[in-house]
């Protein structure tokens, strides 16, 4: 296991846009191209992390990114929304865990794990009462480690990837 200390987040800005839009479209493929239709994967990865879409989604005050580092080595990213930024609950005392991606290389070395208890940590900190994402509902693995880690499901809604709408499954860590 990744010792706490060794993970290191930095916040992203506008100058590290191409490393964002270059983990985004990687990670994001090595996870789920296999899984979908070509041109509906297509689409939703040309909307969604192209360079226009990333930049607009880093000036939102309430949407934040986060390069994960062991050393010097960039090893995941992670999004956080609050306030009107969620893409569903929208309450004011949640935060949302919109992505969570690591290059496939450095998963299984717990580095997923020590992330989301950085971000309990931190959501805790700033007086948020609970943490929740969305997660597919063919990605038995990630849902295996959601509950693993402490999530627990308590919904569903439609996630669209180009024409295919797909489900995910809600689930949230309470905080305090």
């Known amino acids: 296991m990744i010792p706490e200390s ?6 992203v800005t506008a100058d590290e846009i191409e490393d964002l839009v270059n983990i985004s479209i990687q990670t994001y493929r090595d996870q789920f191209e296999k899984d979908n239709n070509p041109e509906d994967f297509e689409a939703y990865v040309k909307q969604a992390f192209s360079k226009a879409s990333l930049i607009k989604e880093l000036e939102n005050p309430d949407s934040s990114f986060y390069f994960a580092y062991l050393g010097e ?9 609050t306030k009107t930024a969620q893409t569903d609950i929208q309450e004011p005392n949640a935060i949302e865990l919109q992505r969570i991606y690591v290059y496939k290389e450095f998963q299984r ?12 940590a931190n959501a805790s900190e700033k007086g948020y009462d609970y943490l929740w994402l969305g997660v597919w509902e063919h990605n038995p693995n990630a ?15 439609s996630f669209m990837v180009g024409t295919d709408e797909q489900t995910d499954i809600l689930m949230k860590i309470i905080i305090r």
Do not use: W
Request: net charge positive; glycine share 4%.
């Open 109 to 120: 070395k717990k580095i997923g794990e020590r992330l989301v208890q950085k971000i309990v």
């Open 73 to 81: 080595k960039l090893v995941a990213y992670i999004k956080l929304n």
């Open 6 to 11: 060794d993970l290191v987040l930095q916040k």
């Open 143 to 157: 849902i295996r480690f959601y509950e693993r880690v402490g999530f627990k499901a308590f919904s569903s809604h």
